[in-house]
């Protein structure tokens, strides 16, 4: 009789320390889950961020050159090509070409002159090449494509009023991508037109 009282009392302290094990056992693993947990939805929340937030932005040098009518004739430009319609952008092209000599350059620095000078000449080659190619809207986007790198440093180097979005479509050219502005995030592409409106992201913000 003793030794079953013995046996009961010893099946009952193993069944207390391994319960009690197995609560500890359960206590620190959810400490550790809800750790875990915790380190995971930091890193969920960083890689979960706000399009605006992993947009590269851009503080515009300011000059006291006006670029709105020029910058506004080169919006007018992608919005013609987005729509597939070869003969306003060279109606928007001639545009550029009647813009480009109103610009104010009293104030800018003998460097910002020859800068200027230099972007000035590339617009208005890519321009005529645009506004003499209707009908050949393929031949119009391959110009958009060089004349939106000459308006990036424009803009970056010279100013702007308001800000202006860099969206880029890695499809065009092979795929080795190209960029146009624009006023919105809302993307209108240029090089693919209808037939791919909506391809593209915003990489930068010009301020």
């Not at 890689?47 to 992993?54: F, I, L, Q």
């Not at 729509?83 to 620095?109: R, Y």
Request: net charge negative; aromatic share 8%.
């Amino acid at each position: 009789m003793k030794i079953l009282v013995f046996s009961l009392l010893a099946i009952g302290t193993l069944a207390l320390s391994s319960c009690k094990e197995n609560k500890e056992q359960k206590s620190t693993t959810e400490t550790s889950m809800q750790h875990d947990m915790s380190m995971m939805s930091d890193s969920s929340s960083m890689g979960d961020m706000p399009m605006d937030e992993k947009v590269t932005v851009i503080d515009a040098k300011k000059t006291s050159a006006n670029l709105t009518e020029l910058y506004s004739h080169y919006t007018h430009l992608t919005f013609a090509l987005s729509g597939d319609d070869d003969k306003e952008a060279v109606n928007t092209a001639k545009g550029i070409l009647e813009a480009l000599p109103k610009i104010n350059k009293k104030g800018f620095s003998a460097e910002q002159k020859k800068e200027y000078a230099e972007l000035e000449s590339s617009i208005k080659e890519h321009a005529q090449h645009i506004a003499d190619n209707a009908g050949n809207i393929d031949h119009q986007r391959e110009h958009l494509d060089l004349m939106s790198e000459d308006f990036y440093d424009l803009l970056k180097d010279f100013g702007t009023s308001k800000t202006v979005y860099k969206i880029f479509c890695p499809m065009y050219n092979d795929n080795k991508g190209a960029f146009w502005l624009s006023d919105s995030r809302e993307i209108k592409n240029p090089y693919y037109g209808k037939k791919m409106a909506s391809c593209g992201e915003v990489q930068e913000e010009i301020k």
